[in-house]
């Protein structure tokens, strides 16, 4: 079993949809919590973090459940420009942070 | 605007060669990630450096692979050596501790 895992999608959405991405991950020392937004061809970038309570960035809301290990993504009112593949991450700690990175789902929002 | 620079951005080389990949981590960040990145596999941490120590270098062929930081302004990568199945994009990502800023990566192709 992977350490993270995610839906690997695609997700075809129309423009103006809501969606969303859980990710699973199977170490309960995992301490932190990301998405981040892989544009093709190009690096990730750290989208948000995920925090215990749920966290909102705009029409991007983030969720953990601990007690069920997993982490969701809900992107609302999706334009063409959130088309991209989004990748869950778990920090542990062992001496430092290591980031463990699931496969990424791939989102594609079409007019 | 602080950034994770990296070179070369694209590499082509016949087996057997060897390649070193150089990253400039973005000043101030005390954590240093190499990831390799491939359709298969997808994003796989290779190595990383805590205050320019090494801390966990498991995801990487010891037998051909080293990674080194001679100094808090430069990490390298390198690989001898080279096979057709490194192929991939190698990216380098820094952060103070929470969540990750990511390199353009170096595209490597080996014949």
Partial sequence: RKEVEQDPGPFNVPEGATVAFNCTYSNSASQSFFWYRQDCRKEPKLLMSVYSSGNEDGRFTAQLNRASQYISLLIRDSKLSDSATYLCAVNLYTGGFKTIFGAGTRLFVKA | ?111
């Fill in chain 2, 1 to 111: 605007d602080a950034r994770v620079t990296q070179t070369p951005r694209h590499k082509v080389t016949e087996m057997g060669q060897e390649v070193t990949m150089r990253c400039q981590p973005i000043l101030g960040h005390n954590t240093v990630f190499w990831y390799r990145q491939t359709m298969m596999q997808g994003l796989e941490l290779l190595a990383y450096f805590r205050n320019r120590a090494p801390l966990d270098d498991s995801g990487m062929p010891k037998d051909r692979f080293s990674a080194e930081m001679p100094d808090a302004t430069l990490a390298t990568l390198k690989i001898q050596p080279s096979e057709p199945r490194d192929s991939a994009v190698y990216f380098c990502a820094s952060g103070p501790g929470r969540g990750e800023f990511f390199g353009p990566g170096t595209r490597l192709t080996v014949l």
